[in-house]
């Protein structure tokens, strides 16, 4: 049963991620990437905060871990510096650690 609960899980988690990234990220910034890793973090957060065992296992690797992309960032932020966009880079990346790392934070006080 944690199995079948863990793919739709994940299924649903990248379904919501495309969505919000299509209709989020803008030609001049990720908005959406950024959203949806900040979104998932403080989700993450709140979880860790409230729950352990198999539910916080599903829910935050499967879940938030299909939801949130770390790789579409990297890929983000390497493209940036490819194409010049040195500034944009390092505001995304710092952006997106700190964001996360609040949002995480944030998620677990409310949580506890």
Same mark, same amino acid.
């Given at each position: 049963?944690?199995?079948?609960?863990?793919?739709?899980?994940?299924?649903?988690?990248?379904?919501?991620?495309?969505g919000l990234i299509a209709g989020?990220?803008?030609?001049? +910034?990720? @908005?959406?990437?950024?959203?949806?890793?900040?979104? /998932?973090?403080? !989700?993450?957060? =709140?979880?860790?905060?409230?729950?352990n065992g198999p539910f916080a296992?599903?829910?935050?690797?499967?879940a938030l871990g299909a939801f949130?992309?770390?790789?579409? +960032?990297? @890929?983000?932020?390497?493209?940036?510096?490819?194409? /010049?966009?040195? !500034?944009?880079? =390092?505001?995304?990346?710092?952006?997106?650690?700190?964001?996360?790392?609040?949002?995480?934070?944030?998620?677990?006080?409310?949580?506890?």
């Amino acid at each position: 049963m944690t199995a079948i609960a863990f793919i739709g899980v994940c299924v649903l988690g990248a379904w919501a991620r495309s969505g919000l990234i299509a209709g989020l990220n803008r030609p001049s +910034f990720p @908005v959406g990437t950024l959203v949806v890793n900040c979104i /998932g973090s403080a !989700v993450a957060g =709140a979880l860790h905060a409230r729950f352990n065992g198999p539910f916080a296992t599903v829910a935050v690797t499967g879940a938030l871990g299909a939801f949130t992309t770390f790789s579409t +960032f990297s @890929v983000e932020v390497a493209d940036d510096l490819n194409d /010049g966009r040195r !500034v944009r880079a =390092a505001a995304y990346t710092v952006a997106t650690v700190v964001g996360s790392v609040a949002a995480a934070a944030l998620g677990a006080a409310v949580a506890a």
